[in-house]
């Protein structure tokens, strides 16, 4: 389970994701919502307060918030040990840590599309440019760092199907004992019974 301001924030980077071209946001309440092209839209954004520079504030709020989850999630799993008693635990962080991932990358696409519809005004264009950035550098590191989704939960993030390379962000490490940051127990070798040679603990 996770807490109620985890969910807010996974519920408004999805609604990031859903932006169109030439959509405009909503975040006068906790939940975004998402204006697109109208006649009356002017004058009802005017109305209800909606400002654009307040609007990009609480999306990097909302951001800023979900790379925080992101790194707890991924710092929980790395000090679990990868053992029968603590799978479940392991699994459920791995599932929200992986939603949350999706939700970031579907968030980033759609802050593109917001700053293709503020083109014409170089402030707001060059935050919210600043901020697409700000989230690639944040996944690349992410995705290079934290333990790899182990054999039992080989999913991709449509959790069903077998994942790819590709579809783990490029890298092929299967399991939490192939990752760099594997805790050292799962690393350890030990000399087989009558050979010389070191097999996989």
Known sequence: MIDSDAELTLSNLKILGRLSHN??????????DIHPPSTWRAIYR???????????QRVKFVVRSGKMYITSLGNAIQSMPDTDASRSHIQSHLLHHSRFIDGM???????RNLVVTYGEDAASKTQLSTLVDEIDDF???????????????????????????SERGGCAYKSRSESPLALPQSREKRESPGSGSPTSA
């Open 23 to 32: 959509d405009k946001l909503i975040t006068s309440e906790s939940i975004f």
């Open 46 to 56: 005017s109305f209800y307060g909606e400002r654009r520079g307040m609007n990009i």
């Open 105 to 111: 990358k579907s968030a980033q696409n759609g802050i």
């Open 139 to 165: 996944l690349r590191v992410t995705e290079y760092l934290l333990p790899r989704l182990p054999s039992y939960l080989e999913t991709s993030s449509s959790y069903g199907k077998p994942s790819s390379p």
